[in-house]
């Protein structure tokens, strides 16, 4: 409480039947320090069956941020041949999965990347970067945010909804793609408000296919150009 409102964290697994809860007010941040991540492709996974991320808090990956041991962010790293960089969130596997109001930025590589049968995402705000400058001066634009896609259904993805959201990146806004072969089914996309990034997209990372997909009202401003590079 008062002005104990941040917590720095390396890679959490989120199991089944779990829910973590970001209170208004507070900040999770992802480690700056790559030895901490280890083999982990993201700062939060999450598997199983009915398990969320919710709150009106805040989940920081610090993407924009000089990595420990280095001077280079992992926004560097992703413009270079070094590109490793974890995602925020994975859902992998996973069904009954809830995102709700919860505000992310910053992520070091994609924002949320989603494998879910049967899933909610609701009320969320991704904002990247966030702040005009690092800890070093660095400027930080939505353009040298690079692959910092916002919410990525892929992977045999299945009914599902992404509504009433409002997503700023530096790459897609929302991007359907995977390579399993088993595709991906029934999503609904629908009342999100998009502002810099590249839009929606359907592809180019997809070999099963993508049927049942509805977008509609999604408004737009401020929008990038150039070529998705996630």
């Known amino acids: 409480g008062g002005a104990n409102n941040a917590f720095l964290t390396g890679p959490i697994k989120i199991p089944s039947g779990v829910t973590l809860w970001v209170d208004k007010g507070v900040t999770l941040f992802g480690t700056r320090d790559p030895k901490v991540y280890g083999s982990a492709s993201s700062l939060i996974s999450v598997t199983g069956t009915g398990s969320g991320i919710v709150g009106d808090g805040v989940i920081d990956g610090l993407g924009g941020e000089p990595n420990i041991g280095g001077t280079q962010s992992w926004w560097d790293q992703n413009a270079g041949s070094s590109g490793n960089s974890p995602a925020l969130i994975q859902v992998s596997g996973a069904s009954q999965f809830t995102l709700y109001r919860i505000h992310l930025q910053n992520?070091?590589?994609?924002?949320?990347?989603?494998?879910?049968?049967?899933?909610v995402v609701w009320g969320v705000t991704i904002k990247t970067p966030s702040r005009s400058t690092n800890s070093a001066g660095t400027a930080l634009t939505y353009t040298n945010a690079h692959n910092t896609d916002g919410i990525d259904p892929g992977e045999s993805?299945?009914?599902?909804?992404?509504?009433?959201?409002?997503?700023?990146?530096?790459?897609?806004?929302?991007?359907?793609?995977?390579?399993?072969?088993?595709?991906?089914?029934?999503?609904?996309?629908?009342?999100?408000?998009?502002?810099?990034?590249?839009?929606?997209?359907?592809?180019?990372?997809?070999?099963?296919?993508?049927?049942?997909?509805?977008?509609?009202?999604?408004?737009?401003?401020?929008?990038?150009?150039?070529?998705?590079g996630g």
């Open 107 to 119: 992520s070091p590589k994609f924002h949320v990347k989603l494998s879910a049968s049967g899933f």
């Open 157 to 228: 993805a299945s009914n599902g909804t992404i509504v009433c959201s409002s997503i700023s990146v530096g790459d897609d806004q929302i991007a359907i793609k995977g390579s399993s072969s088993t595709g991906l089914t029934n999503l609904t996309i629908a009342h999100n408000h998009f502002g810099a990034g590249h839009g929606m997209s359907i592809g180019s990372e997809f070999t099963g296919g993508v049927s049942g997909v509805k977008v509609y009202d999604l408004s737009i401003d401020n929008m990038g150009t150039g070529t998705s």
